[in-house]
Nanobody, 115 residues
Framework: QVQLVESGGGLVQPGGSLRLACAASLSILSDNPMGWYRQAPGKLRELVAI???????NYAESVKDRFTISRDNAKNTLYLQMNSLKPEDTAVYYC?????????WGQGTQVTVSS
C-alpha cells in the first residue's frame, strides 16, 4: 500500500512563493512517474506538473515558467516549487503516482493566493 502525504500549503499574497512537498511511504519515486494536480472550487481536477521515472518533467501551460517539479529519491519526497503565484492558482493541490497499475492520491493541501 502506497501512502502519499502532502504538506506546505497555506495563504500567500499574489506574487509570492510556496513549496509543496509530498512524502511517499515507499521508495517509489525513482521507479514511477509522479505528478501534482489541483482542484479549484467548482472545477474539475487538473494536471499541474508531472515527472517521469527518467526525470523528464512536463507542465500545464498555465504554470509553465512559474512552477518547478522535482524529487529527492533519498527522502522519498516529491516537491512543487511555486513562484509568482496568482489568485487563479488557488486550489487544493494533490500528489499522485501509479505503481503496478494502481493509482494513488494524497489527501491534498490547500493553497490560497489572496491579498
Amino acid at each position: 500500500q502506497v501512502q502519499l502525504v502532502e504538506s506546505g500549503g497555506g495563504l500567500v499574497q499574489p506574487g509570492g512563493s510556496l513549496r509543496l512537498a509530498c512524502a511517499a511511504s515507499l521508495s517509489i519515486l525513482s521507479d514511477n512517474p509522479m505528478g501534482w494536480y489541483r482542484q479549484a472550487p467548482g472545477k474539475l481536477r487538473e494536471l499541474v506538473a508531472i515527472i517521469s521515472s527518467g526525470g523528464k518533467s512536463n507542465y500545464a501551460e498555465s504554470v509553465k515558467d512559474r512552477f518547478t517539479i522535482s524529487r529527492d529519491n533519498a527522502k522519498n519526497t516529491l516537491y512543487l516549487q511555486m513562484n509568482s503565484l496568482k489568485p487563479e492558482d488557488t486550489a487544493v493541490y494533490y500528489c499522485n503516482t501509479m505503481v503496478d497499475g494502481m493509482i494513488y492520491w494524497g489527501q491534498g493541501t490547500q493553497v490560497t493566493v489572496s491579498s
